[in-house]
């Protein structure tokens, strides 16, 4: 682990912690729990890691920010679908924390075809004095049991448990491509292709179906779901986007079946602009609501757009992430690079957003300042103390001595997940098999 800075002061100006994973497993999610204390992050190989946040002592106040290994558990296991002759990957495509309602903490994992719910725990008490097991844990010989004594706990060192309380399977046809934790803190929804499931926690062998667009031909099939979440105060309020650049916004008192929406928002797409890759890059790869619950964030190829929620027409905020790849697009279906799907995510208080792009860059944009910067998450410029600056992309005429060109992006790698704390200016950037935390400088 290293500790470096980051220089820009108006946007996130801290240190950065890099947490590095075996080549194989690639970092496919990561999610803070609502408190922040603890980070999870899941992987290609079905894996589930949560780090803990460091407590701040007298003696070493700068420790508060580093985030160290809690638990780890495998939460996944690759299966083989016999009937379909099909292969289901044991890769985590989500992972979303239930708010803590006790000591335990919960959080919803998900592969391709199924969610489990998960239950973390500390255990440093164990009992002891059975009266029909000897200290071994080997059953004892009743006939020799000549009195009875009263079991009782003995002081053991900590222990974290991971245990899977529920399988909510047998549901999906399609991949699932999101989970979203309802505020009634009793269901929650699984998404994939085209449909959205609504369970209720404590039942696992019985769903809803409130989303269907399947057409009776699939040949008539013009858009799939991309990503769907719950609005964050509404319990009956759900948004999911397609691949066609819209979002459908739902409410659940209406109808059972959401199929028909109360809200639509789309852009109208400028004619002078089409082209043949407009229907792929206008294709939403991610949707966030705000914290307040008033605006919708969309993540497409090239854009992050903001949406208010009484205002269907248009966008209130449109940003470029990396305008300068469209005159490369022909490239980037040859490399499919250009089906990459970018994560967005806000800030705390909704005036700040985060999110990914290529040569393991991000992009930071504040909503009252209008600033932008763009930073890179690299482990060369994660040295001990080190400078972190901000990065600029040469899009035409002279280069300057800290520019990267276009032709010099490297779009192997590429920052497609990350999260920010709820509260404080703290982020998780993931970068293949590394996980970087930013965080304010430590004064």
């Known amino acids: 682990k ?50 803990q946040r460091e407590q701040e002592t007298k003696s070493e106040p700068q420790r508060r920010g580093e985030y160290n290994v809690y638990s780890t558990f495998q939460s996944h296991d690759p299966e083989f679908d016999y009937l379909k002759s099909l292969e289901i990957e044991e890769k985590i495509n989500k992972i979303r924390w239930l708010p803590q309602q006790n000591a335990a903490y919960f959080l919803l994992s998900t592969n391709d075809k199924t969610v489990k719910l998960w239950k973390i725990s500390e255990r440093d008490r164990r009992p002891e004095g059975y009266n029909l097991k000897d200290e071994d844990g080997r059953i004892r010989d009743p006939s020799t049991i000549t009195s009875l004594r009263v079991p009782v706990l003995q002081n053991t060192d900590l222990m974290v448990e991971a245990t899977a309380r529920r399988v909510f399977s047998n549901a999906h046809t399609y991949h699932i491509n999101s989970i979203s934790v309802n505020s009634d803190l009793q269901t929650y929804i699984s998404t994939d292709d085209l449909r959205v499931n609504l369970w209720n926690l404590e039942i696992t062998d019985q769903s809803f179906n409130i989303v269907d667009i399947k057409p009776c031909n699939m040949e008539d099939l013009t858009e799939v779901i991309t990503a769907a979440e719950f609005h964050p105060q509404q319990c009956n309020t759900l948004a999911y986007s397609s691949s066609r650049g819209s979002v459908r916004l739902c409410d659940m008192r209406k109808q059972a079946l959401c199929d028909t929406h109360c809200k639509f928002f789309e852009e109208p797409e400028d004619p002078s602009t089409r082209s043949f890759f407009s229907e792929i890059i206008s294709s939403i790869s991610d949707i966030k609501f705000s914290h307040s619950g008033r605006f919708l964030m969309t993540r497409d190829y090239l854009t992050v757009k903001v949406w208010d929620l009484n205002m269907e ?69 994660s040295k001990p103390r080190a400078i972190l600056k901000p990065r600029k992309v040469c899009v035409g005429g002279k280069r300057r001595k800290d520019e990267v060109t276009v032709d010099s992006l490297d779009f192997s790698k590429k920052i497609l997940h990350s999260a920010w704390h709820p509260q404080e200016n703290i982020i998780a950037v993931a970068a293949s098999n590394n996980l970087y935390i930013f965080q304010d400088k430590v004064t």
């Open 313 to 381: 027409t248009r966008p209130v905020q449109t940003y470029q992430v990396h305008d300068y790849l469209r005159g490369k697009l022909c490239s980037l279906y040859e490399n499919d690079c250009i089906f990459d799907k970018f994560e967005c995510v806000w800030n705390g208080s909704d005036s700040v957003i985060m999110t990914g792009s290529y040569n393991n860059f991000f992009r930071m944009f504040d909503r009252n300042t209008k600033k932008d910067v763009t930073l890179e998450a690299s482990r060369e410029n």
């Open 2 to 51: 290293t500790r470096t800075f980051l220089s820009d002061p108006k946007l996130l100006n801290g240190s950065i912690s890099v947490l590095h994973y075996p080549c194989a497993d690639i970092i496919s999610t990561v999610e803070f729990n609502p408190s922040g204390e603890l980070l999870a992050t899941g992987d290609k190989g079905g894996r589930v890691v949560v780090f």
